[in-house]
């Protein structure tokens, strides 16, 4: 049986699934890596002896206490563990592995540079800084706070939604119906595709120590109070 890792993204997406939409999830990219086979309810429930309307249930989350062989038949169907059916898996660190195997084994990370961020926690904290721009050229920082509370992905990408439509208000040159609708996506697909940039492109989206951070922000501002001061002192 073919097998591939599943990506970063892909993690995140069934941690936020259902029992039933892990299993269609698993029953489609199984599929797809062995198109020879047959993968759909109806092949997969003759061969487990059920009917199909017993695997489509479970999958719509219609059938809300799916019996223990049913589950345990359908991963030996889709070669996966049984782990990556819980939710308990999908808690702590991100956790790639490999669909098509039902050994639970860590996904190879090999040369691709879009998995390095997976031993990154599946909750964390979020920060803004907000400043304003003038038209002589010169800016200023007004707000600057981290969040006290962790937060998981889909919270991020709701909140990062949220301001990049506040911003967006703010950044159209005309009336807002005159605005071609296909040059604009919506604020939420927008944060999804940054998020996914962020998961998928980690050179384009560095990952550094927040000292380091913190060092350059409290240099950049002191350098600027001193020129003040000195100005200050001439006046």
Not at 100 to 109: I, T
Not at 166 to 171: A, L, R, T, W
Not at 216 to 222: K, T
Request: hydrophobic share 35%; aromatic share 12%; net charge negative.
């Amino acid at each position: 049986m073919a097998s591939r890792p599943i990506t970063t993204f892909e993690f995140l997406k069934l941690k936020e699934s259902t029992l039933g939409e892990r299993i269609r999830f698993f029953r489609e990219e199984v599929g797809k890596l062995n198109a020879k086979s047959d993968y759909t309810t109806k092949a997969i429930s003759e061969r487990l002896g059920v009917t199909p309307q017993s695997i489509t249930a479970v999958e719509r989350g219609d059938s809300k206490n799916p019996s223990y062989q049913l589950v345990y038949g359908l991963t030996k169907e889709l070669n996966i563990s049984l782990d990556v059916l819980n939710d308990d898996f999908y808690r702590g660190e991100i956790k790639t592995f490999t669909i098509g195997c039902s050994e639970l084994k860590p996904a190879s990370q090999q040369s691709s540079s879009a998995e390095r961020q997976s031993d990154l926690p599946s909750d964390f904290h979020f920060g803004c800084y907000i400043y304003q721009l003038f038209p002589n050229g010169r800016m200023r920082f007004i707000y600057n706070k981290d969040t006290v509370n962790t937060v998981d992905h889909k919270t991020f990408i709701d909140c990062l939604a949220r301001f990049i439509a506040e911003v967006e208000m703010h950044s159209r040159s005309g009336d807002l119906f005159d605005d071609a609708i296909a040059d604009h996506p919506s604020p939420l697909h927008h944060a999804i595709e940054l998020f996914k940039a962020s998961i998928e492109h980690p050179n384009v989206f560095p990952l550094f120590p927040i000292k380091d951070w913190n060092q350059l922000y409290n240099d950049f501002l002191s350098k600027y109070e001193q020129q003040e001061d000195k100005q200050d002192e001439q006046a």
